[in-house]
């Protein structure tokens, strides 16, 4: 999968902020670099990767572009599945 263009609605941006601590910043270069995508539900997509912390990204993905649906600190078996996957 080839992500060019993030998208994040402003009320994401706050609403990861708020919730979970989670920039878009920090959501951008997780889903820029390389992360573990998984399939969930027709056009959705939950990414695992690193930037300063591990971190799980929901998203929507059409045309090489992810728009976001939340992002939180990923969970230890969320981690564990990342760090098997991408050695």
């Known amino acids: 999968m080839i992500i060019e263009n993030v998208i994040i609605e402003d009320k994401v941006k706050e609403k990861v902020l708020e919730k979970h601590n989670v920039t878009a910043y920090e959501i951008e270069n997780v889903l820029l670099d390389n992360p573990l995508v998984?399939?969930?539900k027709e056009r959705r997509y939950l990414a695992i990767g690193f930037y300063n912390r591990y971190l799980t990204i929901?998203?929507?993905y059409d045309k090489k572009t992810a728009s976001i649906m939340t992002g939180y600190p990923s969970s230890e078996w969320q981690i564990k599945l990342f760090k098997e996957k991408k050695k």
């Open 38 to 40: 998984l399939k969930t």
């Open 58 to 60: 929901v998203f929507e």
